[in-house]
């Protein structure tokens, strides 16, 4: 083989490992509207100065039971497709599925929104991923990486706002979320959320570990945020506020939306310790030890039990 080709094959192998790669999203959107109210859903891309892209066409699929397409199906005022000469088409006619392809006479240029879909809220509760199938612009140059994201709508005429600090806490809720997939829970806090864990079930989206469990609201949990946020827990109130306990340590939530004295909720009850699950506030009442005072909603805490017994909460 002569020079002049090894050099030819060299520099169609570089030119085939150098080729561009574009990053293309959906994003997590969360929403509290009533049925029949129409979103959009920006599809967002990476910079495309330079690329020459002239066509796209990507596959999306969803819940139907969650959002529907609707009519015009997408809107490109103000996003790249936009552009003069672009023409955008939709079909819809695959359950499940929306299909968008669009080309133009002038190459796209710079990042942003590519495009806006437009969808029908379907249910009061519900998720659903917003997952790309396939995403091509031109005939696959450059190359598109994909992130999927998630659509959520829930009612939240009934909600509690817990505030956790930077770093490790506790948590509990006195509602029953009214989508209890832990996932779904902490989707408004996900960039800040490190981990959150009780006795049977954790989830951190950081370290790619996935809840085996939904929420469970009797329980208390550890939670660890990389700086102040507000966490908004949307759902109905829990009737049955009596929670089992064990002889030995528990993690329990406040079934409740108000404050109680905990010598009072803990009377007759054959307790050694009550102590914040983060924190070095205690009621050791053996020991005549008591620098903790109140079961406070939002928080968690451990109850160390010399034997069993059923933690009551007023109405």
Same mark, same amino acid.
């Given at each position: 083989m002569n020079m002049q080709l090894k050099n030819l094959i060299f #520099?169609?192998?570089?030119?085939?490992?150098?080729?561009?790669? @574009?990053?293309?999203?959906?994003?997590?959107?969360?929403?509290?509207?009533? @049925?029949?109210?129409?979103?959009?859903?920006?599809i967002l891309t990476e910079d495309l100065n330079g690329l020459n892209v002239i066509a796209y066409q990507f596959v999306i699929e969803f819940d139907e039971n969650v959002i529907l397409p609707e009519n015009p199906y997408f809107i490109k005022s103000g996003t790249l497709s936009g552009a003069a000469g672009w023409t955008v088409m939709v079909n819809t006619i695959v359950q499940n599925q929306i299909t968008v392809g669009a080309f133009g006479a002038y190459p796209?240029? =710079?990042? =942003?929104?590519? #495009?806006?879909?437009?969808?029908?809220?379907?249910?009061?509760?519900?998720s659903t991923p917003i997952l790309f199938s396939s995403f091509f612009y031109n005939a696959g140059n450059p190359d598109v990486t994909t992130a999927n994201g998630s659509v959520t709508n829930q009612d939240c005429s009934n909600s509690q706002l817990i505030l956790l600090p930077s770093g490790w806490s506790g948590i509990s809720s006195y509602l029953i979320p009214s989508i209890p997939a832990m996932e779904t829970i902490f989707l408004p806090v996900e960039n800040?959320?490190?981990?959150?864990y009780n006795f049977t079930n954790s989830y951190s989206p950081v370290f790619g570990i996935q809840p085996t469990m939904e929420w469970d609201s009797h329980s208390g949990y550890f939670i660890k945020v990389t700086e102040p946020v507000q966490l908004i827990v949307c759902g109905s109130e829990i009737i049955n506020r009596e929670i089992p306990l064990i002889?030995?340590?528990n993690l329990v939530s @406040?079934?409740?939306?108000? @404050?109680?004295?905990?010598?009072?909720i803990m009377l007759g009850l054959d307790v050694e310790i009550v102590k914040e699950a983060v =924190? /070095?506030?205690?009621?050791?009442?053996?020991?005549?030890?008591?620098?903790?005072?109140?079961?406070?909603? =939002?928080?968690? /805490?451990?109850?160390?039990?010399?034997?069993?017994?059923t933690l009551v909460f007023p109405d």
């Open positions: #520099i169609i192998f570089l030119a085939t490992q150098l080729q561009a790669q @574009v990053l293309v999203t959906a994003p997590d959107l969360s929403y509290s509207d009533t @049925v029949g109210t129409t979103i959009e859903i920006p796209l240029s =710079g990042d =942003g929104e590519l #495009i806006r879909l437009v969808f029908n809220i379907e249910t009061l509760n519900g800040t959320l490190q981990m959150v002889a030995g340590w @406040v079934v409740s939306n108000n @404050v109680h004295f905990i010598d009072e =924190g /070095y506030e205690i009621y050791w009442p053996a020991m005549e030890i008591q620098t903790l005072y109140f079961f406070e909603p =939002g928080k968690a /805490y451990l109850i160390k039990m010399n034997s069993e017994g």
